[in-house]
């Protein structure tokens, strides 16, 4: 109980929404039908898209390597299952925009014939290095969204004091991450393991929020035999955002601007811990993830171990299809995931939830004028004034929002949640960081600019004094010659004379 | 196609008509009680405001050539009509409720640019302007004549009252606060004034004379904590202007307890429940953080404790509340949420690598 209190003071803000995870909740891990093409982007992590390594045309096998990792912060792709690349090109991303996006078509041959793996019988035998250099191999990426390269992550937390293992799961509708622990807890836990190994953790703390109490119990008894810690948080989002799950679960905040490792934390996700075990022990690379289908407009909402480049009509399909019009489709959690508007769209290492929601659902509104109710204050987990921030960049005053706090925000949508004048305040926030990201590599743009136009008139300038200091020189070796035929000439005169 | 929309993609099942809403519901069990308390004339008094207040920001509205129909379904003029009526003593005339609520509506709020945008409390800055243009009108209190009690007014008679301001025979009564200035000016202490004017559990009940729906002590109270309950305000603002008139009173009281009344009369008396429930509450003109809103309720009370004490008028709250409304912005600059991994002033935390 003690715990307890000293965990809900842990937090500030945060907000309620209605979970609506009993959709899906008890629905157990199904695996998706094989189908007939799947589109695997090349970039589905942070950083640089990877680049290709097999041809149009070649046959591939499931986990055989179709794009290597380019670049500090990239990640390798792997083939989903065996068959033939068809294709190279553009197809529409699991984004927002909807714009196309370098992909390969794979024809699936339908064998699911396996490339050779390199297992590994004795994981705990193996070095740190060999660890993560193993877990970049396999195109591991963090799994709770951020897809950011995790061996990377694993590189830059050597000898952190605590590792967190987030199962918060905070997001309304999904249900993947509680499957996944209720079902694969023993996995999970070798994995976590094996994380804790390559980054030589004092700690490990497992955050599991309460409204999953069969995993927080399938968890326990899981990692009886470790010294790692299950601990029952409470439910409230934005619980498993990095930023709270640290200052919940050992009281320390992040500075500003800086990352985990800075208060010797390193956080990570369930479902990548699970990934994780699967390329150590088997050698098997991400090329799978758990999704929730879920929604009101979907007929039987369920969880589904997808492959990586399925396209999203398939598991909708595979839940029975509609039950009513969707008003909106959502890509991950209704908090924060993405409106789609195709369902051609593959799923990606990223995809936690495919939505079909209702209007009633949705529960959205028209704005109204802000009557500063200050909900927005004491629902934000970060402690800025979302209300200040938007009309700063409501009157074009970026600047201004900046010195609130603007970057400071995670973006978490709490205040746009809560806000009974229905502002899209997030909305506000996230246009005024990609304005402000526009006008720093404009400013950028403007110096390399500026830099090679003075370099252009300093060359004119240097070129322009050479050509003045060379005739120069050239007249005097006129006047020179001149005088010098003057004096022979009058010596010449002289001797005649 | 319709336009790609950001998220969230949920919404909390709230919107600021259902934030009045709850705010007026509040309100009823006080205003019921104030018309059976003052009977048909408070009734009349109050309809009056609220008609006058949409009909008003209905005109405005349509010179600004926008939608009529969104902003009067908002209900915040309506409920700032409501708190004005019940602020008004109960058996003043018609045109004051009216001239109350257009000034409230159009002046307070519609000049400053509509909902939100107004700098002061609309209901007591209108209070103001009537009490300082029509005194006589503002301090003319009648003694309550329940509905059910056999001088009580009837339909016609109110009307009478309301709107022919034909004068009650033998009714005319003063306010605790008035009669106790007005005694001090007499030269006549605490001890005599109070006597046979303030009986303690009266007060709480709202037995007394007084504006029309600032004597429930109670059934405020009880509104109030319906609100805090339902998280349309929180307990900072009231619970700071509350402390704000007890504490003063209380230390002056023991110094001096034939000069200087004690807390229990400060906080039955007057508008100060009123306010610290549901004008201090304002979420428009009060401050946006915790800790802000707990200076700006302590100020209120303060201010109305002293003006009480030591001003010309007998009541200072609504006097207190515009003087701390216009210090809001002045608070929101200073007083502001510490950052996530920022310390107050800012600056980021220092890292500390494991330890």
């Known amino acids: ?497 | 196609m319709n336009p790609i929309a950001h998220s969230p993609h949920a919404h909390a099942p709230s919107s600021i008509g259902k934030v009045m809403l709850t705010v007026m519901l509040a309100l009823s069990p006080a205003t019921l009680f104030g018309f059976w308390l003052y009977g048909w004339p408070a009734i009349n008094l109050w309809a009056v405001a609220i008609i006058a207040a949409i009909l008003g920001e209905a005109f405005v509205i349509r010179i600004q050539q926008r939608a009529v129909r969104p902003v009067i379904m908002d209900g915040s003029g309506i409920l700032t009509a409501w708190l004005l009526a019940l602020s008004l003593p109960p058996y003043a005339p018609w045109w004051i409720a009216v001239l109350g609520s257009l000034f409230a509506v159009i002046v307070g709020k519609q000049i400053f640019g509509g909902l939100g945008q107004n700098v002061f409390n609309p209901a007591m800055a209108a209070r103001v302007m009537l009490l300082i243009s029509f005194p006589l009108e503002m301090t003319t209190w009648g003694a309550p004549s329940p509905l059910s009690s056999p001088n009580g007014l009837n339909l016609l008679e109110g009307l009478r009252v309301t709107f022919l301001s034909q004068p009650i025979d033998g009714m005319s009564s003063a306010s605790l606060l008035g009669h106790v200035k007005t005694e001090f000016t007499r030269g006549i202490g605490l001890d005599q004034a109070l006597a046979g004017h303030y009986v303690p559990l009266d007060a709480l009940a709202g037995l007394r004379t007084g504006s029309l729906g600032e004597t429930a002590a109670l059934f405020l109270l009880l509104g109030g904590l319906v609100l805090i309950a339902r998280r349309i305000i929180t307990w900072h603002a009231p619970v700071a202007m509350l402390l704000g008139v007890a504490v003063p009173a209380l230390i002056f009281s023991l110094i001096d307890g034939n000069h200087y009344a004690d807390p229990l009369v400060h906080l039955l008396s007057g508008g100060v429940m009123l306010a610290a429930f549901f004008i201090v509450t304002d979420p428009v003109t009060s401050p946006n953080t915790a800790l802000g809103q707990f200076i700006f309720g302590l100020g209120c009370g303060l201010l109305t404790w002293v003006i009480r004490t030591w001003g010309g008028y007998p009541e200072g709250v609504a006097f207190a509340v515009l003087l701390m409304n216009a210090a809001t912005p002045l608070i929101d600059q200073y007083v502001k949420p510490r950052i996530y991994g920022r310390d107050r002033k800012g600056a980021a935390l220092h890292a500390k690598k494991g330890t």
């Not at chain 1, 179709?66 to 792997?78: C, D, L, R, T």
């Not at chain 1, 709770?144 to 967190?164: D, E, H």
């Not at chain 1, 209702?358 to 028209?366: A, P, Q, V």
């Open chain 1, 1 to 497: 109980m003690k715990l307890f209190d000293k965990l809900f003071s842990g937090m500030r803000g945060g907000v309620h929404p209605e979970g609506r995870k009993d959709l899906s909740a008890a629905r157990g891990i199904r695996v998706l039908p094989l189908p007939q093409k799947l589109f695997v982007p090349l970039q589905q992590h942070i950083g640089a898209p990877a680049m290709p390594v097999v041809n149009v045309g070649e046959r591939v096998l499931k986990g055989q390597l179709i794009a290597a990792a380019q670049g500090n912060v990239s990640a390798p792709v792997h083939a989903p299952t065996s068959g033939i690349i068809v294709a190279l090109g553009d197809h529409v991303a699991p984004h927002p925009s909807g714009l196309p996006v370098p992909t390969f078509t794979l024809a699936c041959d339908g064998l699911d014939e396996w490339v050779a793996l390199q297992a590994c019988d004795d994981p705990f035998a193996l070095e740190a290095d060999d660890i993560s250099v193993r877990v970049a191999a396999a195109g591991i990426v963090g799994l709770g969204g951020a897809t950011f390269p995790s061996a990377l992550k694993l590189n830059l937390s050597r000898g952190v004091q605590t590792l967190i293992i987030n199962g918060g799961e905070c997001e309304p509708y999904l249900t993947c991450d509680d499957r996944i622990m209720r079902e694969r807890a023993t996995a999970i836990v070798e994995g976590i393991s094996l994380i804790a190994l390559a980054v030589a953790a004092k700690e490990v703390i497992v955050g599991i929020e309460d409204n999953k109490p069969e995993a927080i119990d399938a968890m326990r008894s899981a990692a009886r035999a470790s010294s790692m810690k299950v601990v029952a948080m409470p439910s409230m989002y934005p619980m498993g955002s990095e930023k709270q799950i640290i200052q919940v679960l050992t009281g320390q905040e992040i500075p500003a601007g800086g990352r985990p490792a800075d208060i010797g934390v390193l956080v990570h996700n369930v479902a990548t811990a699970f990934a994780v075990h699967q390329a150590i022990r088997f050698g098997r690379p991400l090329i799978s993830r758990i999704v929730t289908v879920s929604g009101g407009a979907i007929k039987s909402q369920c969880n589904v171990e997808a492959l990586v480049g399925t396209p999203v009509q398939e598991l909708i399909d595979f839940a029975g299809g509609y039950s009513q019009a969707a008003v909106r489709m959502v890509l991950g959690g209704p908090m924060m995931g993405q409106h789609i508007s195709n369902t051609a769209i593959p799923v990606v290492k990223g995809s936690s939830g495919i939505l079909a929601l209702t209007s009633d659902e949705i529960g959205h509104d028209e704005a109204s004028p802000c009557i500063r109710c200050s909900t927005c204050v004491r629902a934000c987990p970060v402690g800025l004034l979302p209300l200040e921030m938007a009309a700063h960049i409501r009157g074009s005053d970026l600047s201004g929002a900046v010195d609130l706090g603007l970057k400071d925000c995670i973006a978490c949508g709490s205040c746009s949640y809560v806000c009974p004048a229905h502002i899209p305040l997030v909305h506000y926030f996230n246009y005024a960081k990609g304005d402000l990201a526009a006008q720093e590599r404009s400013k950028l743009k403007q110096e390399a600019t500026k830099k090679l136009a003075d370099a252009r008139s300093e060359r004119i300038a240097r070129v322009e004094r050479e050509r003045a200091e060379m005739m120069a020189k050239r007249k005097a070796a006129r006047e020179a010659k001149e005088r010098a035929a003057k004096e022979a000439a009058a010596k010449a005169a002289e001797e005649t004379a």
